[in-house]
């Protein structure tokens, strides 16, 4: 594994944050599990959704890799990466301007806190079925999109290695200080991390979607940005500058509230407030 | 049936996620391109022009959303 470039950085930094996001949140829901219903369910839950996660991730590695030319991977999964880049940027700035509720890991963890204590308490091959399905289905979803990202950014960035480490890493950090706090991790800055997660998703995803459309030209070698890959600093600023202008000019006063909860309808207000 | 429908609504969720529109302005923007690529219409602004539409995109996927859930007498 080599760290050489800022490239190599980049991808490290971004891949690293996104999993900590990800994490941080499927250790809310197994902890919420472990503590009302069943440690034991919980963790077999989380196993066995990172037994599925390494079949999905072989699969899906190897289908990327040997089924694709270069330009059509770079479409296939900048335009993926860019959709979800798109979502979370979409949900930071509607948060940042006072329109969406702020996620809150203490709000979550109290939720499915609630859920478990009202569950059945229905066991199947001696485990408590309620905190094992939960652990189970929390952590295959937030790790499908650990996966993707670290798919997605390896593979378009040539540096799988990078991208599994700062996953991993991210992991661990995150495992050890939710066993030191033994309780929902409240203090990571989540928002603010989404926020910047999403605008560098948003910035690769762009970048690696328009130099994919070069599949459509003759030769089907990549479309190239002016400047290669420094154009990454101008589409990462523009990203930035857009979501700071949008954020202003919708930001809704505090004596108001957040104003799609009031609402009542519509997309936004439709949702759920901390997804 | 309910297994394909789940594993359907699964990737539905995951890859289109919330707000469909944001799906919408990528595929938009992507088929803008790939036109233009398709078209012989390849110079070093291309890229540029893309990365401004998908910002325009972006902004009127995020507006319309604000706009439909705008709170009455406001």
């Given at each position: 594994m080599t760290m050489g470039t800022g490239a190599?950085?980049?991808?490290?930094?971004?891949?690293?944050?996104?999993?900590?996001?990800?994490?941080?949140?499927?250790?809310?829901?197994?902890?919420?599990m472990g503590m009302t219903r069943s440690w034991r369910s919980a963790i077999v839950g989380t196993l066995t959704a990172l037994v599925g996660l390494v079949i999905f991730t072989a699969v899906?590695?190897?289908?990327?890799?040997?089924w694709l030319p270069e330009a059509a991977l770079q479409l296939a999964i900048g335009g993926l990466l860019l959709i979800f880049g798109l979502q979370w940027l979409r949900k930071a700035i509607l948060r940042s301007s006072g329109r969406k509720g702020l996620h809150d890991e203490a709000e979550i963890?109290?939720?499915?806190?609630?859920?478990?204590?009202?569950?059945?308490?229905?066991?199947?091959?001696?485990?408590?079925?309620?905190?094992?399905v939960v652990s189970l289905k929390g952590?295959?979803?937030?790790?499908?999109?650990?996966?993707?990202?670290?798919?997605?950014?390896?593979?378009?960035?040539?540096?799988?290695?990078?991208?599994?480490?700062a996953s991993v890493v991210a992991a661990v950090i995150v495992l050890v200080v939710a066993v030191a706090a033994h309780g929902p991790l409240t203090r990571v800055p989540e928002n603010t991390l989404k926020y910047g997660v999403a605008v560098l998703l948003s910035t690769f995803g762009s970048f690696w979607?328009?130099?994919?459309?070069?599949?459509?030209?003759?030769?089907?070698?990549?479309?190239?940005?002016?400047?290669?890959?420094?154009?990454?600093?101008?589409?990462?600023?523009?990203?930035?500058?857009?979501?700071q202008v949008l954020t202003r000019a919708l930001r809704v006063p505090d004596t108001h509230g957040p104003a799609l909860a009031a609402a009542g309808s519509g997309t936004?207000?439709?949702?759920?407030?901390n997804r | 049936?309910?297994?394909?429908?789940?594993?359907?609504?699964?990737?539905?969720?995951?890859?289109?996620?919330?707000?469909?529109?944001?799906?919408?302005?990528?595929?938009?923007?992507?088929?803008?391109?790939c036109a233009f690529v398709s078209g012989g219409v390849v110079g070093p602004l291309l890229p540029v022009f893309l990365g401004v539409c998908l910002a325009v995109a972006f902004t009127i996927a995020l507006l319309i959303d604000v706009r439909a859930t705008k709170p009455k007498g406001s």
């Open positions: 190599d950085w980049a991808l490290a930094v971004a891949v690293f944050f996104a999993a900590v996001v990800e994490v941080v949140e499927a250790t809310t829901i197994v902890m919420a899906a590695g190897y289908a990327l890799v040997n963890f109290a939720k499915q806190s609630a859920a478990a204590r009202s569950a059945d308490s229905r066991s199947m091959f001696g485990l408590d079925y309620f905190a094992f952590v295959f979803l937030e790790g499908v999109e650990v996966v993707f990202i670290v798919i997605t950014f390896g593979l378009n960035a040539h540096n799988m290695p990078v991208a599994v480490t979607l328009v130099e994919g459309l070069g599949i459509f030209r003759t030769g089907r070698s990549p479309l190239g940005w002016p400047g290669g890959n420094i154009a990454l600093i101008v589409v990462l600023a523009g990203w930035l500058v857009l979501a936004v207000a439709a949702e759920e407030v | 049936m309910s297994f394909l429908r789940g594993f359907g609504m699964f990737w539905y969720d995951f890859i289109v996620g919330d707000d469909w529109k944001l799906a919408a302005a990528v595929v938009v923007v992507a088929g803008i391109g």
